[in-house]
């Protein structure tokens, strides 16, 4: 009796102790998923396609980690060797920032210099970078009801504790990256952080059982703050040649960066760096780039319509605030409203674009998501510029039907809305389809393709109106010096102004194929061969 009762209480300590280890197996396996999508996010954007191919594979590797771990289990139903898996699984997954920096430093200048063969070739190889690591993780669970199981009356009883368990480290390893640790340490980081939790609890649990062998994979640690120390410096992605970086940060959206050319212009890249979100120099107002032609979107109104009649402006993609900036200059401080989802680019801009109550006083800024935000705002505006859509991918709920609507509820008598769409030079499909989106709310649409970019500017009025609008309220005071950069910017989106599409594409809130659009276009353009010539603008 006494020996049945001692073995008793160490199976209860054993099992305790299993149960620990397979919550924070789960833990890890799930943040493990989340800061792939970012690791891979930071250089090849979160679209729908990248997601996909995270999950999917992780699915895969965790299905084969089940059969593995099952009949691994039935071989050697040890807790030494259930432990060894785990310590090797923490080193591996420790291990895959640190292999994967050089090859994700690699994409990313190839993502600039769009050779899509080593861009795509790097996409796979982080990829499977996570195969080995994701699998012996996958190998935790089943292992685990093995040894827990002693009494087959209460093997579902078992089972369900440790997916319970698992499951619930797993809601927690979900939450914690994105919202927490990656804004806060960075995404490399981590990963080592959560590798090294992981490695701590598998070290204490081979401790009890064959503590030599715990001994022995110290070096693993050691050589994992030996090569970061090595590898994990400098910046994910170089700055542009002849210029400097001057800030870097992951925020929970996005990896942000701002670089200074010779000239003292800064910009504002994002993730992939493919578009130059923001533009700021202390002595010039015009870039010749997409935010210029913002100004030009209320003059589609039938004239007479001169600048005393902009009242005010919502900026729903506020960026680093170039619109913002160029509006206050050529209407003075009207009251603008920016919206931006993510708090680590206002501070971006706060910092390094002038975007302050000195440069900026009449801008309130609001850190939301655009759709949500405006439904709050009590405000009609004179425009709602829209500047949120992150080449290539875009959010589908600022692309529908019923957000044109919230949008149309937002605007004065001769309100518009501008909108920043992007094309190629042969593809001009989503443009199309966002016209005819448009078309379902505003009786008119017109379009500027901005010079030298793959940008669109759609502008949509309240009333029916005509393209000719542009060169009417232009006359009304051409002959004065009193607004230069407005005569210089209409005078452009004159010789700009394109006929509209139509498409057969209506985007609604119940059906929004935006991703699969703008994937289709994205793929026609790399197979065209044209690659040398994308820099698009955000």
Same mark, same amino acid.
């Given at each position: 009796m006494a020996t049945r009762i001692l073995t008793t209480a160490s199976s209860t300590t054993s099992n305790t102790y299993l149960y620990i280890t397979v919550f924070f197996g789960g833990m890890t396996t799930l943040a493990v998923e989340l800061s792939a999508s970012r690791l891979l996010g930071n250089v090849f954007g979160n679209s729908n396609l990248v997601w996909a191919n995270v999950i999917g594979l992780i699915l895969l590797y965790l299905t084969v980690g089940y059969f593995i771990g099952g009949r691994w289990a039935d071989r050697s139903p040890h807790f030494t060797t259930f432990y060894r898996i785990i310590i090797w699984a923490a080193f591996l997954n420790a291990l895959i920032p640190i292999v994967a920096r050089p090859v994700i430093t690699t994409a990313a200048s190839a993502v600039v210099d769009a050779e899509a063969a080593l861009a795509l070739g790097s996409f796979i190889s982080v990829l499977i970078l996570f195969s080995i690591p994701i699998t012996l993780l996958g190998c935790v669970s089943p292992f685990a009801i093995r040894l827990a199981v002693t009494d087959i009356e209460h093997s579902g009883q078992t089972s369900g504790h440790i997916y319970a368990l698992s499951? @619930?480290?797993?809601?927690?390893?979900?939450?914690?990256? *994105?919202?927490?640790?990656?804004?806060?340490?960075?995404?490399?980081?981590?990963?080592?952080l959560f590798s090294g939790i992981l490695y701590g609890i598998a070290f204490i649990g081979l401790i009890k059982y064959e503590s030599r062998a715990a001994v022995r994979s110290l070096w693993m640690p050691i050589a994992i703050a030996f090569l970061a120390s090595l590898v994990l410096r400098g910046p994910l992605r170089p700055a542009e040649a002849g210029a400097k970086l001057l800030f870097e940060d992951e925020s929970a959206y996005n990896y942000i960066q701002v670089q200074e050319d010779g000239d003292g212009m800064r910009y504002l890249y994002l993730n992939e760096g493919q578009g130059v979100h923001s533009q700021w120099h202390p002595d010039q107002l015009m870039y010749q780039g997409t935010w210029d032609y913002f100004l030009a979107a209320p003059y589609f109104n039938n004239p007479p319509y001169t600048p005393e009649d902009v009242e005010s402006l919502a900026i729903i993609g506020l960026a680093g605030g170039t619109i913002a900036r160029q509006y206050t200059a050529v209407y003075g401080n009207i009251p603008i409203d920016g919206i931006e989802i993510d708090p680590g680019i206002v501070e971006a801009g706060e910092r390094f674009f002038g975007?302050?109550? /000195?440069?900026?006083?009449?801008?309130?800024?609001?850190?939301?998501? *655009?759709?949500?935000?405006?439904?709050?705002?009590?405000?009609?505006?004179?425009?709602?510029?829209?500047?949120?859509?992150?080449?290539?991918?875009?959010?589908?709920?600022?692309?529908?039907?019923?957000?044109?609507?919230?949008?149309?509820?937002?605007?004065?008598?001769?309100?518009? %809305?501008?909108?920043? %769409?992007?094309?190629?030079?042969?593809?001009?499909?989503?443009?199309?389809?966002?016209?005819?989106?448009?078309?379902?709310?505003?009786? /008119?649409?017109?379009?500027?393709?901005?010079?030298?970019?793959?940008?669109?500017?759609?502008?949509?009025?309240? /009333?029916?109106?005509?393209?000719?609008? @542009?060169?009417n309220n232009l006359n009304i005071f051409d002959d004065t010096e009193e607004f230069p950069i407005l005569h210089d910017v209409l005078s452009a989106s004159i010789e700009n102004t394109v006929p509209v599409v139509t498409s057969d594409i209506i985007f609604t809130d119940n059906q929004a194929p935006v991703e699969t659009l703008v994937d289709s276009i994205v793929l026609n353009f790399l197979l065209s061969g044209d690659l040398d010539e994308i820099r698009p603008e955000d």
């Open positions: 499951t @619930l480290g797993s809601l927690l390893g979900t939450f914690l990256p *994105g919202l927490l640790l990656i804004p806060a340490i960075g995404t490399f980081q981590t990963f080592i975007m302050n109550e /000195t440069e900026l006083p009449n801008l309130t800024i609001y850190v939301q998501d *655009g759709r949500y935000i405006l439904k709050q705002i009590d405000r009609d505006y004179s425009i709602i510029a829209i500047d949120a859509y992150r080449p290539p991918y875009i959010p589908w709920h600022l692309t529908t039907v019923e957000f044109f609507e919230e949008v149309r509820e937002h605007l004065s008598d001769n309100g518009v %809305v501008a909108i920043n %769409v992007g094309r190629t030079n042969t593809d001009r499909r989503l443009v199309d389809a966002l016209t005819t989106t448009m078309l379902e709310v505003f009786p /008119t649409i017109h379009a500027i393709d901005v010079p030298n970019s793959f940008n669109t500017i759609l502008v949509g009025t309240m /009333t029916p109106t005509t393209s000719t609008n @542009l060169i």
